[in-house]
């Protein structure tokens, strides 16, 4: 199956294509690079040093003899978008290509306009393109559970059954974001779930806790993991770094923690081994013609 990973240069995105790859998946990273920007802006850096794209590439096409192809371009340029489609062919798309953080999006009002720029329009040229060109392919794309706030329910599977004044229906659970960027993803749910419904698509949301870790220990060979060139980002500043990174940074250096606010709040968390496989699980059963699956 040919699978195009947008965004396959981040965090996820690259871990994705790797395991992929290895699972003898035919694998594209469609990428603008725009991450490495975001950091130089901010002065900020990865504790694990990332190569160039174009070498990591090639050292997973040496250590391995499997290609990744390469394709380097923004999708909120549809013409680009579209091209690059119709070249790579994709029978699915895992979608990673979008700005992620909270604190990012809230650093001004440009940050919070190209959040929402990047975010919404890149992902609505994306169902765009499928409709024109690739109708059966899948979308699977990685949301949040930021979408849905921290309400005084329980929180469902995308879906709630609500009766009200005698009656009954089920609808999209009621989302609370708290930033521009997860209203972002917010509003991208909303256009996956139109799209899939008006034109027919087929599109599953994973809305995921934060996620940890760098290497895909016991999933990919262990030379394979060591290899400096392959090694995953590591990030612990104040905007892209996550609570737990920086927490154990901070632990190791003897920092106090930089706890926010009363402390009190809680958060899942997931390994990135098991996200990888939630994005093959997903890939290899994708949803239903029509079908919006969260």
Not at 157 to 178: A, F, M, S, V, W
Not at 180 to 190: A, C
């Amino acid at each position: 199956m040919k699978v195009l990973v947008i965004g396959g240069d981040g965090y996820c995105g690259w871990a994705t294509a790797l395991y992929l790859s290895s699972k003898g998946y035919e694998v594209g990273i469609l990428d603008s690079m725009v991450r490495r920007h975001w950091d130089m802006e901010i002065q900020v850096e990865t504790l694990t040093p990332i190569a160039p794209i174009q070498k990591r590439i090639q050292r997973w096409k040496d250590l391995t003899g499997k290609k990744i192809d390469l394709y380097i371009g923004d999708i909120t340029n549809y013409d680009f978008l579209s091209k690059t489609l119709r070249q790579f062919e994709p029978e699915s798309i895992v979608h990673f290509g979008e700005q992620r953080a909270a604190p990012f999006s809230m650093i001004d009002r440009e940050h919070a306009v190209m959040t929402q720029v990047n975010n919404v329009v890149g992902t609505l040229n994306i169902l765009y393109a499928m409709k024109e060109d690739f109708p059966d392919a899948h979308l699977v794309k990685l949301g949040t559970m930021g979408e849905y706030g921290t309400p005084n329910i329980d929180i469902e599977e995308g879906y709630i059954t609500i009766e009200h004044n005698g009656r009954k229906d089920t609808l999209p659970y009621p989302k609370q974001p708290g930033s521009f960027y997860h209203l972002s993803k917010v509003h991208d749910s909303h256009n996956i779930h139109f799209a899939c419904k008006i034109w027919g698509l087929r599109a599953t949301d994973l809305n995921q806790g934060v996620v940890y870790g760098v290497a895909l220990t016991g999933l990919l060979d262990d030379e394979i993991i060591k290899d400096e060139l392959l090694i995953n980002r590591l990030d612990y500043d104040g905007v892209f770094g996550t609570a737990l990174n920086r927490f154990c940074i901070q632990a190791a250096i003897g920092h106090p923690l930089t706890v926010y606010g009363s402390g009190g709040q809680t958060r899942a968390f997931l390994d990135i081994r098991d996200t990888v496989r939630c994005m093959e699980l997903a890939i290899a059963n994708p949803a239903e013609a029509g079908k919006f699956r969260v």
